[in-house]
């Protein structure tokens, strides 16, 4: 299994630029996550999904947009990129069964604005 | 409300012990521990769901106080390999803390 695969690994963008960060999971899992990591900081949740057609925000969702039309892929919009919106961007998915059960991650996408 | 670690960074030599803590201002129904390594994915250790329930991996541990709302990452005998950034993640919306800078010296 291929687990949670994120494109592109690296991209560099000029301010006012838009641009899509994919995320696929292929374990059949109900939430997906978007958390973006600033360098020597935790990761803070953009936004997340809990199943198909569902999306919320997380703490940090200002500038992003997501969609959930599968229960595999959930997207991660950039409209008009910010050099603070320079980072390392995590998607996860979990199942959750009641509680939250384990995050798997995908390899990360690391953005630069400039 | 993003859950508070202590300490923020611990250096240790390889045999040493070290704990880590994580405290939460909300209820807390449920703790995940992660291990990040630098410039890599965090890694999941564990999951805490009951209070005072211990879990362990390899040699480390944690115990989750549900009444005091904090969970604590024990970490014996270290080794070089335990080196990098703990995180405590708690909540509905698995919100990170801050995290904890392990390094382990030879």
């Known amino acids: 299994n291929a687990g949670v695969t994120q494109t592109p690994k690296f991209r560099i963008l000029k301010i006012g630029q838009s641009m899509t960060l994919q995320c696929a999971q292929d374990?059949?899992?109900?939430?997906m996550y978007w958390y973006r990591q600033d360098p020597g900081m935790g990761l803070k949740l953009i936004y997340y999904?809990?199943?198909?057609?569902?999306?919320d925000k997380g703490e940090v969702p200002n500038g992003y947009n997501v969609s959930r039309s599968t229960t595999e892929d959930f997207p991660l919009r950039l409209e008009l990129a910010a050099p603070s919106q320079t980072s390392v961007y995590f998607c996860?998915?979990?199942?959750?069964?009641?509680?939250?059960?384990?995050?798997?991650f995908g390899s990360g996408t690391q953005l630069s604005v400039l | 409300q993003q859950p508070v670690q202590s300490p923020q960074a611990v250096i240790l030599r390889e045999g040493e012990d070290a704990v880590i803590n994580c405290s939460s201002s909300?209820?807390?129904?449920?703790v995940h521990w992660y291990r990040q390594k630098h410039g890599e994915a965090p890694v999941f250790l564990m999951i805490?769901?009951?209070?005072?329930e211990q879990k362990g991996h390899e040699k480390i541990s944690a115990s989750f106080n549900e009444k005091k709302q904090q969970s604590s990452l024990y970490l014996t005998a270290s080794q070089l390999s335990y080196s990098g950034t703990y995180f405590c993640?708690?909540?509905?919306?698995?919100?990170f803390g801050g995290g904890t800078r392990l390094m382990v010296k030879p």
């Open positions: 996860a998915s979990s199942y959750y069964t009641g509680f939250n059960e384990k995050l798997f």
């Open positions: 374990m059949n899992h109900n939430y």
């Open positions: 999904s809990v199943g198909a057609g569902i999306t």
């Open positions: 909300k209820a807390l129904y449920s």
């Open positions: 805490l769901l009951k209070g005072g």
């Open positions: 993640v708690a909540g509905n919306m698995l919100t």
